[in-house]
């Protein structure tokens, strides 16, 4: 972990341990995420930290993200993909095109969403608002 400071407070670069998982993902029902990336390695996180909050570099902490932000998150990554196929789809229908063209504006409907998702998510206020916050100290530096 690396801690450093900016305009909005302090920013630590945190080593998460893709081994552990929170306790819905453990009882298989989280959200999906680990399977994305693998669980074979770490992943390096920033987080913004909690202020007043000391930390230092190899500090266990707990990290949070609203409930509400993780739902937009959500809904950006899947739903306006899921949006833009079934949208197309049913826009080729319409059109009595055949079923070949709507898989086609399916398929074109599924990638415009996942091209606006990921274009919203760079902004500046989503990577302000998805980013995760440092909220608790577990334990100190392991000597």
Do not use: K, W
């Amino acid at each position: 972990m690396a801690v450093s400071a900016d305009a909005g407070g302090a920013v630590a670069l945190l080593t998460v341990n893709t081994e552990l998982a929170c306790e819905r993902c453990r009882a298989g029902r989280g959200c999906g995420a680990g399977l994305l990336g693998g669980r074979s390695q770490d992943r390096q996180v920033e987080a913004r930290v909690t202020a007043g909050l000391e930390i230092e570099i190899g500090d266990i902490v707990s990290v949070s993200l609203e409930p509400r932000h993780l739902l937009r998150a959500a809904v950006m990554v899947y739903g306006y993909p899921l949006f833009g196929a079934v949208l197309a789809a049913i826009a080729a229908l319409s059109l009595e095109l055949g079923d070949v063209a709507a898989a086609l504006f399916a398929l074109t409907g599924l990638v415009t969403g996942m091209a606006i998702a990921r274009y919203q998510l760079q902004s500046s206020h989503c990577l302000r608002e998805f980013t995760p916050v440092v909220i608790e100290r577990l334990l100190p530096v392991l000597d």
